[in-house]
Structure formats: C-alpha cells, structure tokens
C-alpha cells in the first residue's frame, strides 16, 4: 500500500494520500488550507482521488476540502458533532491567528456524516472510523486493519498528544477516547499524525509522557 504525506500551509500541517498502489485511486486524510500542495502530492504519485477523509474540523486540517471536493468531484466526510467549527473557517483564524493569513479556506458545499464504527470501502481500502473526542468534540481516527495504519489526526502525536484547551476541547474526553478506542489497537500498529513524525503504538506507550498512565 502507497502512504505518503506531506506538511503544508503555516501549522506544517500532515496531509496524508492512500491508496492500493500509484497511479490508480486514492483517498486523502485531511486538507490543510494549501490546495496546491494538496494537488502536488497526488500528482507525485499520480493518484486520483475518491474520498476526502476530515479527522476534525480545525481551519488547518479542513482549509482546503471545499477546493480539492471541487476539483476532483469528490465527497468530503466529517463528523457531525465537528459542523459548529467547521460553520466558519475564518472565525477560527480571526480568534487563533488574530488576522487571516493567506491560504484556501472554502468549505465543501455539505458533508457527508462520519459515525463511531463504521467502515468505509475507498479506492479498495477498507478503513474503520474511530470516533475518539477531546481533540474537538467530533474528532475522529482512521484504522486500516489490513496494514496496521492508524490516521491520528490530532489525538496522538510523536511524543504528545493533541491540545485541548481550544473551543469544544476536554482533555478528560481525550483520555478516555484514548483508552477505549486507539490504546485497544495492536501495539505493533503505525501512527501516522495530523502533524509531525509518524511513530508507533508500542513506542508511545513506553515513552509518551501523557500515556504513563496506561502502562
């Protein structure tokens, strides 16, 4: 299986692209405010693309679905208790960035409805949805059994985990999705963030400092 990233627009944000093998289908996880940058990494692998995967709705994850749904016919797939923030990219950017720096910032006309458990078959990838709040209130994971793959977005990180003191934030939220939904997977399975290194589940559970709890 073909799994490629690349960090785009100011926060370095990780847009991933998956997919059975290059040239062929694909679906991409998360769409920083950088449709370029979005398009370039498909173009590099020749990749076109079937679904637009949200893992949360924070203006540097979801900048750019509005723009790459367009360009590429595609549906864009969100969680619902995640619409409030994705209502209004630009407010997010006025209260964060105090000022709008450029970037792509146009939603998709609607999205489609991500649930806890539900299985999506893309581009011959069959991915599970982890519904795993605290990030934001609709936070979700991707889980690809098949490769071991975890799509974190910004629940678990390299060393760290995702903030919580934004708007819709719990960190006590976080910690019990963490528990009940990602720590169950296999140790031996690969994270791959919404920023930063990828890592794996074994290595965060011996070294993350938020997870010493969990050992």
Same mark, same amino acid.
């Given at each position: 299986? !073909?799994?490629? %990233?690349?960090? !785009?627009? !100011?926060?370095?944000?990780?847009?991933?692209?998956?997919?059975?093998? $290059?040239?062929?289908?694909?679906?991409?996880?998360? $769409?920083?405010?950088?449709?370029?940058?979005?398009?370039?990494?498909?173009?590099? /692998?020749?990749?076109? #693309?079937?679904?637009? =995967?949200?893992? /949360?709705?924070? &203006?540097? /994850? *979801?900048?750019?679905?509005?723009? &790459?749904?367009? %360009?590429?016919? =595609?549906?864009?797939?969100?969680?619902?208790?995640?619409?409030?923030?994705? $209502?209004?990219?630009?407010?997010?950017?006025?209260?964060?960035?105090?000022? *709008? #720096?450029?970037?792509?910032?146009?939603?998709?006309?609607? @999205?489609? $409805?991500?649930?806890?458990?539900?299985?999506?078959?893309?581009?011959?990838?069959?991915?599970? &949805?982890? /519904?795993?709040?605290?990030?934001?209130?609709?936070? +979700? +994971?991707?889980?690809? #059994?098949?490769?071991?793959?975890?799509? %974190?977005?910004?629940? =678990?990180?390299?060393?760290?985990?995702?903030?919580?003191?934004?708007?819709?934030?719990? @960190?006590?939220?976080?910690?019990? %999705?963490?528990?009940?939904?990602?720590?169950?997977?296999?140790?031996?399975?690969?994270?791959?963030?919404?920023?930063?290194?990828?890592?794996?589940?074994?290595?965060?559970?011996?070294?993350?400092?938020? =997870?010493?709890?969990?050992?």
């Amino acid at each position: 299986m !073909l799994i490629d %990233s690349a960090p !785009l627009w !100011l926060a370095e944000t990780n847009c991933w692209v998956v997919a059975p093998e $290059a040239s062929g289908p694909a679906v991409v996880v998360d $769409a920083p405010p950088d449709a370029v940058g979005v398009r370039g990494l498909l173009a590099r /692998h020749d990749l076109i #693309p079937v679904a637009l =995967l949200l893992t /949360h709705a924070h &203006v540097d /994850h *979801i900048g750019a679905s509005g723009s &790459v749904a367009a %360009s590429f016919s =595609l549906s864009a797939y969100l969680h619902p208790d995640d619409e409030w923030l994705a $209502a209004d990219p630009l407010l997010q950017l006025r209260a964060l960035w105090g000022a *709008i #720096p450029p970037g792509d910032y146009e939603p998709p006309a609607r @999205y489609e $409805a991500l649930a806890d458990g539900q299985v999506l078959d893309l581009a011959g990838i069959h991915l599970e &949805v982890l /519904h795993t709040p605290g990030h934001t209130p609709g936070h +979700c +994971c991707f889980w690809v #059994p098949q490769e071991g793959a975890l799509f %974190s977005g910004d629940q =678990l990180f390299a060393g760290s985990i995702g903030r919580t003191d934004l708007p819709g934030g719990d @960190y006590v939220a976080l910690m019990r %999705s963490m528990m009940d939904r990602v720590l169950p997977l296999p140790p031996e399975a690969v994270v791959f963030p919404g920023h930063g290194p990828t890592t794996t589940l074994a290595r965060e559970l011996e070294t993350n400092p938020f =997870l010493e709890a969990f050992r």
